[in-house]
């Protein structure tokens, strides 16, 4: 596992989530600011894994803001899911990402 890689995954969904015109509220279904922190590194080992088995060559720094951020976004405004389900849903933005390129 990339440490590094986990880790700006993370940091970007909570950019995400926390860019969002949302009432603070939001984040008490996760258990605070800092269970959504943990539900997003536990989400970012699997994107991780996922993203590394890609042959792409994308620049990096691009999906985080492109399609990390809005994940973020995405989770604040719905309900804790199964890592699986997380990875599944950024699957499908990943690949229609990779079509637009």
């Not at 995400?16 to 536990?42: I, P, R, T, Y």
């Amino acid at each position: 596992m990339n440490t590094t890689e986990v880790a700006m995954l993370t940091a970007f969904m909570y950019s995400g989530a926390s860019q969002h015109h949302m009432d603070s509220l939001a984040f008490e279904k996760w258990g605070g600011h800092v269970g959504f922190v943990q539900s997003c590194a536990e989400y970012a080992q699997f994107l991780s894994a996922w993203i590394s088995l890609q042959e792409d060559d994308v620049h990096p720094g691009v999906m985080y803001y492109e399609l990390i951020e809005p994940l973020g976004e995405w989770l604040i405004q719905g309900q804790p899911q199964a890592p699986k389900d997380v990875l599944d849903q950024f699957r499908i933005e990943y690949l229609a990402w990779i079509d637009k390129q």
